[in-house]
């Protein structure tokens, strides 16, 4: 070991607050020498500690002092990006906080503008207020888009956002993340739907005839295609199996999945909108593959099919036509209007917290900001 803290003659670790047990205990053995000198250099703040979801231990920074006897400890208090009421702000709410080591965060700049605060009915009324407020400040006070961003905890809650935006026709871009409806398991329920509307939808044939995984290999899907070709729909030839001297597992599996479509068509015309996506998502089992996943990535993809089905509910609310078909078209018309303003400079940035660490906009909108959501 002598060896490798010799080999470093001075240690720097950023984002202290951060670190996770083995490094803190990796930190701890290169930092301390034989002899009793300490040749590390930490920069960090408990007040920013944010990852603890993946393992980052806060008591790593707050017992420095007694992990490196000596240490010279330099409080960085003055904030240069900042205004006086947003500093003033943050160290009212921070001072809460109980485990911390204390500090006052100042700044030389201007008061600045007050922070608004407003309470929302519902993630559409928030998402539809915020969308106002800032179509409002970019014509009235001329700021730039490029100079806006809305934060969020979770990925899922962009879809309320997204929508709120393209109503007011505000471009925006996802950064850390790709716009709802691009998303896969998103698309994946899509394509079921699709499909279950129309069978001659060869593309969410394609996408979904093994997802879940359905025990088929590329030889039997191939098969299917072959068979279809440019002659019949490919969901069709599902009907022609014998055709295709397909292995026995294959086949069955095959003639499953049509089954469960054609249940699901004669579901569609009897069933409430969001109910029957519920029922799509549990006999398909799209919904049991995403929660066999405790990753995570895993979670994120289960809150975006339930924030697919809150975005199903709201349609229901706020349309009278609100069949399969109408929901299907309405979602069309979102995604088109994503993709047409991806190449657009000028846009709103969407991205989560986590995301946003140690950047800076103009103007800044903070959504969720309520007790279970934004801790």
Request: with cysteine; net charge negative; aromatic share 8%.
């Amino acid at each position: 070991m002598e060896l490798y803290q010799d080999r470093f003659k001075y240690i720097l670790v950023d984002e202290y607050q951060d670190t996770n047990n083995v490094q803190y205990n990796l930190i701890k053995i290169l930092g301390k020498k034989k002899n009793g000198d300490n040749n590390i250099f930490v920069v960090g703040d408990e007040d920013q500690s944010i990852y603890g979801w993946r393992g980052a231990d806060i008591s790593n920074i707050l017992n420095f002092e007694k992990d490196f006897l000596g240490a010279k400890i330099v409080k960085l208090e003055k904030n240069y990006r900042s205004t006086n009421v947003i500093l003033s702000a943050a160290n009212g709410v921070i001072k809460n906080n109980c485990q911390r080591k204390g500090k006052s965060l100042y700044t030389e700049l201007d008061e600045g503008s007050l922070i608004r605060i407003f309470n929302a009915d519902n993630e559409q009324d928030e998402a539809f207020t915020i969308a106002s407020l800032m179509g409002k400040d970019h014509r009235e006070k001329n700021i730039d888009y490029s100079d806006i961003a809305i934060l969020y905890r979770t990925n899922a809650q962009s879809r309320a956002l997204e929508e709120g935006l393209m109503r007011e026709g505000i471009p925006y871009k996802i950064v850390g993340g790709v716009k709802f409806y691009e998303r896969k398991e998103i698309k994946d329920i899509i394509a079921y739907l699709r499909l279950i509307l129309n069978q001659k939808d060869n593309i969410s044939f394609e996408r979904i005839i093994n997802v879940p995984r359905r025990k088929l290999g590329k030889k039997a899907i191939d098969a299917i295609l072959n068979y279809a070709q440019e002659r019949i729909p490919k969901f069709e030839a599902c009907f022609d199996l014998e055709q295709m001297e397909l292995m026995p597992s294959a086949a069955k599996s095959i003639e499953n999945f049509v089954s469960m479509i054609e249940m699901l068509m004669i579901k569609k015309d009897v069933m409430p909108l969001s109910e029957f996506i519920i029922d799509v998502m549990e006999s398909s089992g799209l919904k049991e593959m995403l929660l066999s996943d405790e990753t995570v990535e895993g979670r994120g993809r289960v809150e975006n099919i339930d924030e697919f089905l809150s975005a199903a509910k709201d349609f229901e609310e706020r349309y009278i036509e609100n069949s399969l078909e109408d929901f299907l078209a309405h979602v069309s018309l979102l995604a088109d209007i994503d993709k047409t303003e991806d190449k657009i400079k000028d846009s709103v940035t969407l991205m989560t917290i986590h995301s946003a660490k140690g950047l800076e906009f103009d103007t800044v909108f903070i959504s969720g900001l309520e007790e279970g959501m934004f801790p």
